[in-house]
Nanobody
Framework: QVQLVESGGDLVQAGGSLRLSCVASRTIFSINVMGWYRQAPGKQREMVATITSKDSANYADSVKGRFTISRDNARNTVYVQMNSLKPEDTAVYFC????????????WGQGTQVTVSS
């Protein structure tokens, strides 16, 4: 099972930007799907963005046009660039990866906190 470590979370003002990184413990070249989910206090975890091994990306409606997910296979890293941040983006952001041969995210990192002040 791959180990994932997220970083890049911070406190930022509304309208600002952040880039989150997720470094995997092994090559991600063969991982079918990687992505970012988030969980705000008192809410369920929700999908933010996913990206396949073919670089096909999918976004939640709430972040379309503001967030961009990418993967760097050479660095075993997945990123999410977050622009035009809003207070409602405040959450713990988790990186996930699918296991070999699978297409659902079932390995997770410990999360990184993003706080957007108004």
């Amino acid at each position: 099972q791959v180990q994932l470590v997220e970083s890049g979370g911070d406190l930022v003002q509304a309208g600002g930007s952040l880039r989150l990184s997720c470094v995997a413990s092994r090559t991600i070249f063969s991982i079918n799907v990687m992505g970012w989910y988030r969980q705000a206090p008192g809410k369920q975890r929700e999908m933010v963005a996913t990206i396949t091994s073919k670089d096909s990306a999918n976004y939640a409606d709430s972040v379309k046009g503001r967030f961009t997910i990418s993967r760097d296979n050479a660095r075993n890293t997945v990123y999410v660039q977050m622009n035009s941040l809003k207070p409602e983006d405040t959450a713990v952001y988790f990186c996930g990866a699918s296991r070999p041969g699978r297409w659902t995210l079932d390995s997770w990192g410990q999360g990184t906190q993003v706080t957007v002040s108004s």
